[in-house]
């Protein structure tokens, strides 16, 4: 076997079934998997005693660099699709990955991408189930893209949503807000900036676990790409309803805040990758708070608004002005996850 | 909306929301997509009473060109995950489909693939429930590539996969072989051939509904990229068994006999996307075929060979010699699905 990638590791003959089985298989260890048939084969009665509603969601990550502090796009991959699983309520428990690789790509690269997608659903107690390499030629894809899709069971209890939302509803971040926005930022555009700010990048389904038995969570997402703003935006034009925060209650690391004043740009548009966004019954909030707060991952968790009723986006500022917050029209920062 | 994919049509931002409800969310209309959550929330009821088993399986389309006779990337996506659903003998049920676009990509062209895939889906009986759309700078990634997830559920009586393969089962392929691969080659090669032949894209599950009832299918494969080749060699090495096939009997198109003719290709190497490669008790095998042949996706089906207990994949030609088949080293035709 090469060193690199070459044309012959995605033509369906030995040179893939090698790689799969040395790279994929070995990484992601289980049962499943290794039965090597075109579809992951899952009993339903292992599904079923959690609850009554599958959730199955899927996303593709194209980030670039595809290494960069606090990550790879192989934990990247895991945690963003895990996350949007367990968003939902739900016990995350089985993935697929898609690879589109670029010819040429240096397999330690993808050997090291794959580890890390390997530990990290190991502590996200997940299996990738399923899978399937393409490989390009040079120039028609960019190093390498991964599909992740998961499923994950509901349990009957659990009826979170945008539908459940109301006016007087709390709003509450569950950390610091833009990290992995700005450290994308500051690694591409050579800022220059010297910091040990990294991608928040995490599985946050322990978070998850933590508020499910809390009656009074409304509705969660995580503010990846788009950022805070944009599920703001989301929840606001679903239910017709406004969405207010406080510049001040806003949980944001000291580089954050300087990489956003230095450019001129708005941390509630910077991705973060391991940050909830949390609609709350207002007098459930301290408890949902104080649960958050007892969690490495939430411990910077704040109230940082509330749901109104005149339909607007808005910021209150540190003076008690309010502006507007508006969708941005362009793409600030592509290729962000 | 301009006519072209723009960068801000992957921000997670306005330009994004309109592209997702005006194209996707209108295209596979369906409830459980139009909740707009972050995952598809399926109630587990309208799965358990078919089974006992979740098929759950991914692939990612990287085709060039993405228009092709008989098909494009988006019908090519759906019947590709419904078939690796189905060829488990599951009944297909919810997709997920994650689109990487080119910035620059026509809107029209994206509206064609998509219109595509909801009519494909339609006639699958399938729903794709959940999506995710990223868009790449010009040049980052070749026009669009897509992938799609599916799940679906296995009959608690249906065990079917290479386990069960023995020396003495039969080989059945359920039509001609090398359609799409000799399609895609003719078209991309420029070989100048004048025909009508076009990819066999097809959505398989009605060929599986008519087989599961009969006892005797051992094991299904849809014989894609890597072609009947590909799947023998999987079925040998996990088996630890032989193939064989007999040149005479394999069904054929004369455009294809003659396109590997003239360039001195293996049929058997050739991709299909809508044929099954499928392993039969010997006694039944007859009983297969005549379901098979009672529907036009099956009409030219054939048994082809036997499997044997001597580890070698082999043709028997048209005289009586024997050769061995080996998978090829290198990719004889990148990006075919």
């Not at 049962?31 to 593709?60: M, N, V, W, Y």
């Not at 949007?84 to 670029?102: M, N, Q, R, T, W």
């Not at 659903?121 to 399937?132: K, S």
């Not at 548009?269 to 609609?279: D, P, R, V, Y």
């Amino acid at each position: 076997m090469t060193d690199f990638i070459t044309m012959a590791h995605g033509n369906g003959g030995a040179a893939m079934q090698q790689l799969i089985r040395d790279y994929f298989v070995e990484a992601f260890d289980n049962p499943t998997l290794a039965q090597g048939e075109d579809q992951a084969r899952i009993p339903l009665a292992e599904l079923i005693k959690c609850g009554e509603k599958l959730a199955f969601s899927t996303d593709s990550f194209v980030i670039d660099p595809i290494f960069f502090p606090g990550g790879n796009i192989g934990k990247l991959a895991v945690c963003g699709t895990v996350n949007d699983i367990a968003v939902g309520g739900a016990i995350p428990k089985y993935l697929s990955c898609g690879f589109i690789l670029e010819e040429g790509l240096p397999l330690s690269e993808l050997k090291e991408i794959i580890r890390a997608m390997a530990e990290t659903c190991r502590r996200a107690g997940v299996q990738i189930v399923t899978g399937d390499t393409k490989v390009v030629q040079k120039g028609a894809v960019d190093k390498v893209f991964i599909n992740s899709s998961g499923i994950g069971v509901i349990p009957a209890e659990i009826d979170w949503g945008a539908h459940q939302i109301e006016a007087g509803d709390k709003i509450i971040v569950s950390g610091t807000i833009g990290d992995h926005g700005a450290t994308i930022l500051n690694l591409r555009e050579n800022l220059g900036i010297k910091t040990d700010l990294h991608s928040d990048c995490a599985v946050l389904s322990p978070l998850i676990d933590l508020l499910r038995p809390i009656q009074g969570v409304k509705a969660i997402r995580d503010a990846t790409r788009g950022g805070v703003n944009a599920v703001l935006h989301e929840y606001a034009q679903t239910q017709n309803l406004g969405m207010q925060v406080h510049e001040e209650d806003l949980p944001m690391r000291n580089e954050v805040r300087g990489i956003c004043e230095l450019l001129g740009l708005e941390p509630l548009n910077f991705a973060n990758e391991g940050k909830l966004l949390i609609i709350t019954k207002a007098e459930k909030t301290q408890e949902i708070l104080t649960a958050l707060h007892s969690h490495e991952l939430g411990k910077n968790a704040a109230i940082i608004g509330e749901v109104t009723d005149d339909k607007k986006v808005r910021v209150v500022g540190i003076f008690g002005q309010t502006r507007l917050l508006d969708l941005p029209a362009n793409e600030p920062l592509p290729r962000i996850c």
